[in-house]
């Protein structure tokens, strides 16, 4: 089987390496040259453990070409974009546009596979209608699927083949050609239903993410106003067999969480308050961070150095990244910031150039590299003061000031800056 890959990016490239990594010759189309140019050149342009080896071997052995010019093939998988509107909207013009580059191409029997994120009716209500107007009718001439991608960067590698794959098809022989294409490599369930109940599974999967992560969040606005450890609350009550509250954290970034709800609440806006309202929270966390920071040193701050620009750990995606909100509401403070992040060439600048006579670090991403920091460059900063926003710090100090979601509480009324702890003891 010949299957071309349009689009690589996050999603596009890991997915085209694994088919080529089980047998199948696989063409990666994208309209970016540098990206090609850099993947010919055997170098991989996204941060995932496992890809850059596993991409040169399907390369080395002329399983995989990374090509600017579309070919001919038997299935034709698109992971494109679909980043938002202004007004939230789900943006199609990406998909429209590879499906425009495919139609010149297609044959009879070919399996058009969608598994970018769409809003609900986008397979049979964009892709569709495209297809038959060329001529095609969907399900006899061509099959049409939306299947879309469930893996967390850091793991794609391993939750392409293991995880259960939803496999919506527009007819049900739709849904059986998708299902042969993914049965090449994928080891966990074929979960076979229409394109629709697809399209929605996904966006709620994220959705419910989003929403209980809310809860968190409002959790720390609520305990920091009655002097609560939030973090104290969540775990006790996590105790409960029944409970399961997420963490709390400066708002959720990357193009799920803190786009996908947006897709259902514009196609369904009186149906969805509870969504709408977890999306405010969410989004209201970065600037909530910035005045905390207010709150905390007393409106004294003059510079503050943010720990890392990615929106999650131990990836380079800064697409929707909570942290570089908050960079640019304390800027609005007239506050210098500085930006520090190792796995994100951007950010990745000297960390002494960062830290030195900073009133404040912040700890925005979960990186492995900010779980300890070395004393030099604390005892470099203005006032020794550490916001960890994700509570992953596990370094120590005896003049440093450590400040947690959960005890936000002790400086809400900006009094002091009393409370100095040793790191090792939480």
């Given at each position: 089987?010949?299957?071309?890959?349009?689009g690589l990016g996050y999603i596009g490239l890991p997915t085209a390496v694994m088919f080529a990594k089980h047998g199948q010759e696989v063409i990666g189309f994208d309209t970016n040259k540098e990206v090609i140019a850099r993947l010919q050149s055997g170098c991989i342009h996204i941060e995932e453990p496992g890809l850059q080896e596993a991409f040169q071997g399907v390369l080395a052995n002329g399983l995989l070409r990374p090509v600017s010019q579309l070919e001919p093939a038997d299935t034709f998988i698109i992971a494109v974009p679909t980043p938002h509107t202004e007004d939230h909207s789900c943006d199609t013009r990406y998909i429209r546009q590879a499906v425009k580059d495919v139609i010149p191409l297609l044959k009879t029997g070919n399996t058009i596979i969608l598994e970018s994120t769409v809003a609900p009716k986008t397979t049979t209500g964009v892709i569709q209608p495209m297809l038959e107007e060329a001529g095609f009718t969907v399900g006899v001439d061509v099959h049409l699927v939306h299947c879309p991608e469930r893996v967390l960067p850091g793991q794609i590698m391993t939750e392409l083949v293991h995880n259960n794959r939803i496999i919506g098809g527009v007819t049900p022989a739709c849904a059986n050609a998708g299902e042969a294409v993914y049965q090449t490599f994928v080891e966990g369930e074929m979960l076979l239903t229409d394109a629709s109940t697809a399209e929605l599974s996904k966006l709620m999967e994220n959705t419910f993410r989003d929403t209980n992560i809310a809860l968190a969040n409002e959790l720390v606005k609520l305990?920091?106003?009655?002097?609560?450890?939030?973090?104290?609350?969540i775990e006790m009550a996590n105790k409960h067999p029944r409970v399961n509250i997420h963490?709390?954290?400066?708002?959720?970034?990357?193009?799920?969480?803190?786009?996908?709800?947006?897709?259902?609440?514009?196609?369904?806006?009186?149906?969805?308050?509870?969504?709408?309202?977890?999306?405010?929270?969410?989004?209201?966390?970065?600037?909530?961070?910035?005045?905390?920071v207010d709150t905390i040193t007393n409106n004294t701050a003059k510079k503050v150095v943010i720990l890392g620009a990615a929106y999650k750990g131990n990836v380079d995606d800064v697409r929707e990244s909570p942290a570089l909100k908050i960079a640019e509401y304390l800027q609005q403070r007239g506050i210098e910031v500085h930006v520090y992040d190792p796995h994100v060439a951007y950010y990745n600048m000297n960390p002494e150039t960062a830290f030195a006579n900073a009133d404040m670090a912040i700890i925005a991403t979960?990186?492995?590299?900010?779980k300890h920091l070395p004393i030099s460059l604390l005892t470099s900063m203005a006032t020794m003061q550490i916001f960890d926003t994700k509570n992953i710090f596990e370094g120590a100090?005896?003049?440093?000031t450590y400040i947690t979601l959960g005890t936000l509480h002790r400086y809400s009324n900006a009094s002091s800056f009393s409370h100095k702890k040793s790191l090792g003891r939480r």
């Open positions: 089987m010949k299957i071309a890959t349009i305990s920091t106003e009655l002097g609560i450890n939030a973090l104290n609350v963490t709390p954290g400066p708002g959720v970034g990357g193009h799920c969480l803190a786009v996908d709800p947006y897709f259902i609440t514009i196609a369904a806006p009186e149906q969805t308050p509870l969504i709408q309202t977890a999306r405010e929270i969410n989004s209201s966390m970065p600037e909530y961070i910035a005045e905390s979960e990186h492995d590299e900010f100090h005896e003049e440093l």
